[in-house]
Every structure is written in structure tokens, then in C-alpha cells.
């Protein structure tokens, strides 16, 4: 079976670091967004597992496409199986 935990880990942080490029607190897109703060924190934290709704939700108030939410936490998903292979 498949360990969605390192990807989640991953979705976070792109969650994260698009919030932070559009200089957004947790607090401020859960208030655009609806989500709440605390869902917010735990998806950023890589501990939740967010519903279809809520990603959908999240990348509207993050102004970009759930695919570009995505392709970002595949690259960050990737990059310690990226520097290993440099590293051969």
C-alpha cells in the first residue's frame, strides 16, 4: 500500500510557501477561504488529509490551479529522490 505521508508533507509546504509568497497569514486566508485556521495550520503541517472541497477552496484564495498546487508538492515530494540520483 502506498504512504500518502510524505506527499501530504509536501502538499503543506507548497501550501505554505505559495501562502507566504502572496504574504498571507494562516488567519487571512482562512479568511478569504473559509477554511478554517486551524485546518489550515494542519494541512500546512502535513498532518491532514484535506478533502477535494477544501483544496478547491484553498487554491482560489491562493489565486492559482489545484494542478500548480500539485505539481509544486510532486517537486518538493521529489527533490530527496533528486539529490540522490545526483549524487550517483
Do not use: H, K
Not at 53 to 77: H, K, N, Y
Amino acid at each position: 500500500m502506498l504512504d500518502a505521508a510524505p506527499f501530504l508533507r509536501a502538499l503543506g509546504r507548497a501550501l505554505r510557501d505559495r501562502r507566504e509568497e502572496l504574504t498571507l497569514t494562516q488567519e487571512s486566508l482562512s479568511l478569504r477561504t473559509g477554511v478554517p485556521q486551524r485546518r489550515i495550520w494542519e494541512l500546512e503541517a502535513g498532518i491532514g488529509n484535506p478533502t477535494a472541497r477544501t483544496l478547491l477552496r484553498l487554491v482560489s484564495g491562493l489565486d492559482m490551479p489545484c494542478s500548480a498546487l500539485f505539481a509544486r508538492a510532486e517537486q518538493i515530494a521529489d527533490l530527496p529522490e533528486a539529490a540522490a540520483r545526483a549524487e550517483d
